[in-house]
């Protein structure tokens, strides 16, 4: 006599969990502490090369000239070109060096670790944060010397010397994480891996058929 054959018996092995997908124990990426370990790693070095980028700052902002006269006996220091725009274009090659530093970050990152992850997102914006921390107190260290009246002290009166590099739009440091979230969540989006669809025809067995028994009436 034919033994009745239940939803149990379908697609699983003897003593295990009935699974119609197929998909049991697969691994849907690394583990939490592997993705933790990638964030620290990807955010530590997207920092360091801001010591690229303050290099950079100093070498291509343009100079603000400053000349130092001596008025009632003290020194006093003032803008050469008082209508010059040498000094937004410092904030503006910092910026620009840090939006071209962001987006390549971004594309760096996504061909690194395609399946992304809250938490390498937030180390790529935290990363770009503490890069531009690090270039803009790096640049200024290696620009001219921040005290001016001993500067123009030490160059004469009259005698034109360049100010110090300054950083006076400070939203300039968000620029580099900024262009470094929207590069990558932009590349996420477009290029990134799917979840695969589930298929329409299923393979014969995968569904379970219901129980039948003595078909007499």
Do not use: C
């Not at 006599?1 to 149990?8: I, K, N």
């Not at 969990?17 to 955010?43: I, N």
């Not at 910026?95 to 399946?115: I, N």
């Not at 531009?132 to 005290?147: C, E, Y």
Request: overall charge negative.
């Amino acid at each position: 006599m034919p033994q009745p054959v239940g939803a149990h018996a379908v697609g699983a092995a003897p003593g295990g969990s009935h699974d119609p997908y197929g998909t049991h124990g697969e691994q849907d990426g690394p583990g939490m502490l592997t993705e933790l370990r990638q964030a620290a790693l990807t955010a530590v070095a997207v920092a360091l090369s801001g010591a690229l980028l303050g290099v950079l700052w100093w070498k291509l902002a343009p100079s603000v000239p400053l000349v130092g006269e001596v008025v009632n006996d003290s020194w006093v220091v003032y803008l050469k070109d008082s209508e010059g725009e040498q000094a937004i274009g410092v904030d503006g090659t910092f910026t620009l060096l840090a939006l071209a530093f962001g987006a390549l970050s971004g594309v760096v990152v996504f061909l690194l670790r395609r399946r992304g992850g809250v938490p390498l997102v937030v180390a790529l914006g935290v990363g770009g944060l503490l890069g531009s921390l690090l270039a803009w107190r790096l640049g200024v260290w290696l620009g001219p010397a921040q005290d001016v009246i001993a500067h123009a002290k030490d160059v004469g009166k009259g005698v034109t010397f360049p100010a110090p590099l300054k950083l006076g739009a400070k939203g300039a440091l968000l620029a580099w994480s900024l262009a470094a979230l929207v590069v990558h969540l932009g590349l996420t989006g477009l290029f990134g891996p799917r979840d695969p669809e589930p298929d329409p025809w299923p393979a014969p067995g995968q569904y379970p058929s219901a129980p039948y028994g003595d078909k007499s009436a």
